[in-house]
């Protein structure tokens, strides 16, 4: 699957839904390509609360059920099914699935197409998965 398969996935998951005056689901939409070569999808939630998540997370969530955690390319769109980078808390969570996911591209941009290495978005790390246990 391309880039461009990937966003016409993702655009195919876009269902918004206004759930009352302050709650939604399905305006921002996400598709993740597991190390495995599968593809797992997702869309936000949105509620009044805090406890909603974002689309990248409900992909990665489904990714994570089927054993996988190293995410190759990632795919988010917006409602009018542009391309949008992930949130700063969905690239710190990805980053922690995996440190190989910092090698993961994502599409930033269309036309042309622009692809991002999520590790390039992120600040120095403060943690490193894997290196449990050591002192300061």
Not at 30 to 37: S, T
Request: aromatic letters at 8%.
């Amino acid at each position: 699957m391309t880039y461009r398969d990937m966003l016409a996935y993702a655009r195919s998951k876009l269902n918004p839904v206004r759930l009352g005056k302050y709650d939604s689901t399905g305006f921002v939409a996400a598709v993740l390509e597991g190390a495995n070569g599968k593809y797992y999808a997702g869309v936000n939630i949105d509620l009044a609360c805090g406890l909603g998540f974002c689309a990248e997370r409900s992909a990665a969530a489904a990714m994570v059920t089927d054993g996988e955690r190293t995410v190759r390319r990632i795919v988010c769109v917006d409602e009018n099914g542009a391309p949008l980078p992930p949130c700063g808390a969905c690239r710190e969570f990805l980053l922690q699935l995996s440190a190989e996911n910092a090698e993961a591209g994502f599409l930033a941009a269309e036309s042309p197409q622009k692809i991002v290495r999520l590790g390039d978005l992120m600040p120095l790390p403060w943690y490193e998965p894997g290196r449990e246990g050591e002192t300061f």
